[in-house]
């Protein structure tokens, strides 16, 4: 799935990242928007992990859903 694809189905995919990542809010969702940076930089921020270690988990999430 490319970046457009997410962002074109980002409202379907919020459970799936509020089940994943339960401490982002509502706002972060919102304020994320579909984009792959700013869904790691948030988890980044909500969880205290390093860049490298956030992309790999959203790519992972991304894998694991077929997205």
Known sequence: MNEH???GE???LKGTVKQ???DLTDDDLTH???SRDK???RVQE???RAKDEA???VDDWRRE???
Do not use: C, M, P, S
Request: proline share 0%.
């Open 32 to 34: 994320i928007e579909g």
């Open 65 to 67: 859903n077929d997205y």
């Open 5 to 7: 694809t997410l962002k």
């Open 20 to 22: 994943k990542w339960a």
């Open 10 to 12: 980002w409202n379907q």
């Open 39 to 41: 869904l790691v930089g």
């Open 46 to 48: 909500r969880y205290g």
């Open 55 to 57: 992309e790999r988990e």
